[in-house]
């Protein structure tokens, strides 16, 4: 998505002289945005101007991404098309709410989206078991996930894979000295089932 905003000071009515003002740098407004948790869900937030656009989390297998749809839609009006690296989520007959690349690659044929408690949930396989997403999509000032959120995010899906290789310890409890090996590099990295 275009940032136009750059553009808002620029005055074409002046008489003052052009070839100067027109060779200077203009300063560039970037949008606002920030990525936070969300209460005990640990839902990370993607919001843009003060507005919630979408929440996402991810685990080895699989990203989901929650969107508030506005009231009185049903699943009938939606539509939503999930490819490779790519989503478009809209209402039928109108422009897309959301129309940008994934942060990595998806599995189509196993990915599924449903409208469940007035909140619309896109489950997106992942293509590459265990890998890290640092943002659900790409666009939208190509915000992502900060350094603290990153470690957490990958110390969720470590005990994860501990607990598929080893079902019969719990691993919730389960803390970590230093730094965080990657879930899909770490001995010998992740095997797929």
């Known amino acids: 998505m275009v940032d136009y905003s750059r553009f808002d000071d620029i005055d074409t009515d002046s008489d003052n002289d052009k070839s100067e003002s027109f060779l200077k740098p203009q300063p560039v407004k970037l949008p606002q945005t920030q990525m936070t948790k969300k209460g005990k869900e640990g839902r990370l937030k993607f919001e843009y101007e003060g507005r919630t656009i979408f929440e996402w989390e991810q685990s080895l297998e699989e990203v989901n991404i929650y969107i508030e749809p506005p009231p009185g839609v049903t699943r009938d009006m939606m539509d939503i098309s999930i490819s490779f690296h790519h989503l478009i989520v809209g209402i039928k007959g109108a422009p897309p709410y959301i129309d940008e690349d994934t942060g990595g690659p998806v599995k189509p044929s196993e990915s599924y989206w449903m ?39 990958k110390k969720k899906m470590m005990i994860e894979r501990f607990q598929e290789e080893h079902p019969a310890f719990d691993f919730s409890n389960a803390d970590f000295n230093g730094t965080v090996p990657d879930a899909r590099e770490f001995m010998g990295g992740i095997k797929y089932r």
């Open 115 to 153: 409208i469940s408690d007035n909140e619309i949930n896109i489950n997106l396989q992942k293509m590459n078991k265990a890998e890290r997403w640092d943002q659900a999509l790409i666009g939208r000032a190509s915000q992502t996930i900060d350094a603290f959120t990153a470690e957490e995010v």
